[in-house]
């Protein structure tokens, strides 16, 4: 069973525009997330977090919203840039065990010039 | 300079053959951490380890092994029995106090 799920498998924007990916989860134990970006025979890079004592993250270009009650996150990008080109992994952390993360099976983001 | 490294970054193995990942940390990180990624499949753990000389299977641990017996090292061994080696392999640490994982630059194993 899937308990963190990004159900768009891509998404595409136009430069200059706002990219926004989604996560979903369904442990209500989960108490803090992570987003992941991730370029193609790399390993993935740490973007931004947010506890699940806040509802907003901002760092720089990179916002993270979290609503507990729908159990939903998501990732803004403003304005987006063609180097955002990337998959982007959702994580979950908590849920019972404090040394594994729970992740999405990522979101292709493609920046259009 | 600090960091997760990933040896090598290609692998070719013939099929049978049991081989050997490297990962190796100068973080002082305490955990450690394989994950593998497939096509769609997003990154699923194979196995993690807390602390020297203790680690705990993931949600894929058949056919894989480690050893932790270094706080910097942290080998995974796919043997014959794993059914489908062919992947992308990632390793990842972190320290006690967070939940953030960092990760090294991953091996491709491609099993012929």
């Known amino acids: 069973d899937q308990q963190v799920k990004q159900n768009s498998p891509s998404l595409s924007v136009q430069e200059g525009r706002i990219s926004i990916l989604n996560c979903d989860y369904t442990?209500?134990?989960?108490?803090?997330f992570l987003w992941y970006k991730k370029y193609p025979a790399e390993g993935p890079t740490f973007l931004i977090s947010i506890s699940s004592i806040k509802d907003k993250n901002e760092d720089g270009r990179f916002t993270v919203f979290l609503n507990k009650s729908a159990k939903h996150l998501s990732l803004h990008i403003v304005p987006s840039q063609p180097g955002d080109s990337a998959v982007y992994f959702c994580a979950a952390a908590g849920g019972g065990s404090n040394y594994k993360l729970t992740f999405g099976k990522g979101t292709l983001l493609t920046v259009n010039p | 300079d600090g960091g997760i490294t990933q040896s090598p970054k290609y692998l070719f193995r013939k099929e049978g053959q049991n081989v050997t990942l490297s990962c190796e940390q100068n973080?002082?990180?305490?955990?450690m951490y394989w994950y593998r990624q497939d096509p769609g499949q997003g990154l699923r753990l194979i196995y993690y380890?807390?602390?020297?000389?203790?680690?705990q299977k993931g949600d894929i641990a058949e056919g894989y092994s480690v050893s932790r017996e270094k706080k910097e090292s942290f080998p995974l061994t796919v043997t014959s029995a794993q059914k489908n080696p062919t992947a992308f392999y990632l390793c990842?640490?972190?320290?006690?106090?967070?939940?953030?994982?960092?990760f090294g630059p991953g091996t491709r194993l491609t099993v012929l």
């Open positions: 442990n209500s134990m989960f108490d803090y």
């Open positions: 973080l002082n990180h305490d955990a």
């Open positions: 380890s807390q602390i020297v000389n203790d680690f």
């Open positions: 990842a640490s972190k320290t006690s106090s967070t939940d953030t994982q960092y």
